[in-house]
Every structure is written in structure tokens, then in C-alpha cells.
């Protein structure tokens, strides 16, 4: 499948260095040009000055839940591509759930 986005949390950046990845996290700080989401652990996250500054993407909030668009980079950070945000009450735990089943049957969403 070409251009496919895995979903991930902070587990398997790793695996991802370099690829394309969706995740969803809690937004914990912001700083400048980066922030930091609780995504099954922390992952720092680069923002996008350019859609920043078009307002073509979302305005990241500390204690919202976002799902982030981006690649995955050598230093395990995610450069972002989009966000969409999903508010501040999002299951949590089904989202998890969702990134389990998506590698446990791998060749149903992505091969």
C-alpha cells in the first residue's frame, strides 16, 4: 500500500525512523518550535513553522488530544505534517488499542 501512515505510540519510534507515522497524544508542553505529547509515553514533537504561520494546521493546546501526521526522525522526534485535534475527552485506551491491532494484523491495514 503506498504512502500508508502506521499509527504508533511512543514505543515504536524506533521501528519508524525515517517513515511516515500517525500517533495520538495528550499535548504535555509546549516550547517554541516543539512540543511534548504522552503518546503511551513522550514524544517530542516539531512543529511545522510554515502551517504554523499559513493557519493551515492546528494550534496545538497543553491537555488536548491530537493526532499528529509527521515523520519519524533519526533522533526518534516527530517532524509534524498535520494535526487534527480530538478535543479533551478521547479514550485513551482505545486508541492504544487500535495501534495494538494494527500491528498485530499488519498485513490487514498496511501490506
Known sequence: MADATPRINASYL??????????VGKVKELR????????GG???VILNRKLMYERQDC???VGR????IGKVTNE????VMATTDLGD????????????????YKDIFYE
Not at 517554541?32 to 503518546?39: I, K, S, V, Y
Not at 488530544?65 to 499528529?68: D, K, P, R, S
Not at 475527552?89 to 498485530?104: Q, S
Open 14 to 23: 524506533e521501528s519508524f525512523a525515517n517513515r511516515n507515522v500517525r500517533l
Open 59 to 61: 494550534h496545538l493546546q
Open 42 to 44: 513522550l514524544v517530542t
Open 89 to 104: 475527552n478521547i479514550d485513551y485506551n482505545a486508541a492504544e488499542a487500535v495501534v495494538d491491532a494494527t500491528h498485530r
Open 76 to 79: 526518534l522526534s516527530v517532524k
Open 32 to 39: 517554541g518550535d516543539t512540543a511534548t505529547l504522552d503518546a
Open 65 to 68: 488530544a491530537f493526532e499528529i
